[in-house]
């Protein structure tokens, strides 16, 4: 069980750039966690966006992210972020982090609770 807080979202006009933090904290160390930022728009179900290894040697993105977006991790910070540029409406959501694990390809939250997210609204 990791605790996480989500920072960094606001309004933006599309084009524009908006860079999310995501702060842990917990018994178990950060570095023991793959992650990932999910993400949610109105209506809509919850999706993985981006993903980052323990080690953050490796990287995984959903398509329409890829070039795009770039998440990073600072261990000994407990810190992961996610780099948002060229943003377009179709990014407005509500982003969430969390641990994540690799299953039947794709990246599920395997954490007990999330965070209270953080909002991302993309204008025309």
């Known amino acids: 069980q990791v605790h996480l807080v989500e920072s960094g979202g606001g309004l933006v006009q599309a084009g524009g750039s908006l860079r999310l933090s995501c702060a842990a904290s917990?018994?178990?160390?950060?570095?023991?966690?793959?992650m990932a930022w999910f993400r949610q728009a109105s209506g809509q179900g919850r999706e993985w966006v981006a993903a980052i290894t323990r080690s953050g040697n490796s990287t995984d993105y959903i398509d329409a992210v890829k070039g795009r977006f770039t998440v990073s991790r600072d261990n000994a910070a407990s810190m992961m972020y996610l780099q948002m540029d060229q943003l377009a409406p179709e990014d407005t959501a509500k982003y969430y982090c969390?641990?994540?694990?690799?299953?039947?390809?794709?990246?599920?939250?395997?954490?007990?609770?999330w965070g209270p997210g953080t909002q991302v609204t993309v204008s025309t």
């Open positions: 917990g018994r178990t160390p950060f570095s023991w966690y793959n």
């Open positions: 969390t641990a994540a694990n690799w299953r039947h390809g794709t990246w599920y939250n395997s954490n007990d609770d």
